[in-house]
């Protein structure tokens, strides 16, 4: 399984991006998929989490005013539509893949497989 994180760049604050997220290596669409991220100096933290049939979404409460998450399940791809970005979301962002399909994770401990990361960079 590889999962292939890229969209990252760097952006002025106001401005949207959106990032993807391209599993291979199988079929996924049943499963789970998430993005967490993590800015310089802190933890790994949770964005954002899409279920399998895409239906069911969580997001960080900090998020989910500007923040989307969707996914492609022909493609085995998500995306995140980050909108209004600011200087605090600078962080390099992973998606990640949780193999059980009967969990919506929003903790990274859930998820067995990891993107390498995409840098997103937002200048005031």
């Known amino acids: 399984v590889q999962l292939q994180a890229s969209g990252g760049g760097l952006v002025q604050a106001g401005d949207s991006l959106r990032l993807s997220c391209a599993a291979s290596?199988?079929?996924?669409?049943?499963?789970?998929m998430a993005w967490f991220r993590q800015a310089p100096g802190k933890e790994r933290e949770f964005v954002a989490v899409?279920?399998?049939?895409?239906?069911?979404?969580y997001f960080a409460d900090s998020m989910k005013d500007r923040f989307t998450i969707s996914r492609d399940r022909a493609k085995n791809t998500i995306y995140l539509q980050m909108n209004s970005l600011k200087p605090e979301d600078t962080a390099v962002y992973y998606c990640?893949?949780?193999?059980?399909?009967?969990?919506?994770?929003?903790?990274?401990?859930?998820?067995?497989?990891w993107g390498q990361g995409t840098l997103v960079t937002v200048s005031s």
């Open positions: 290596g199988g079929t996924f669409s049943e499963n789970a």
């Open positions: 899409i279920s399998g049939s895409g239906g069911t979404t």
């Open positions: 990640a893949l949780d193999l059980d399909p009967l969990r919506l994770g929003t903790s990274e401990v859930a998820y067995e497989y």
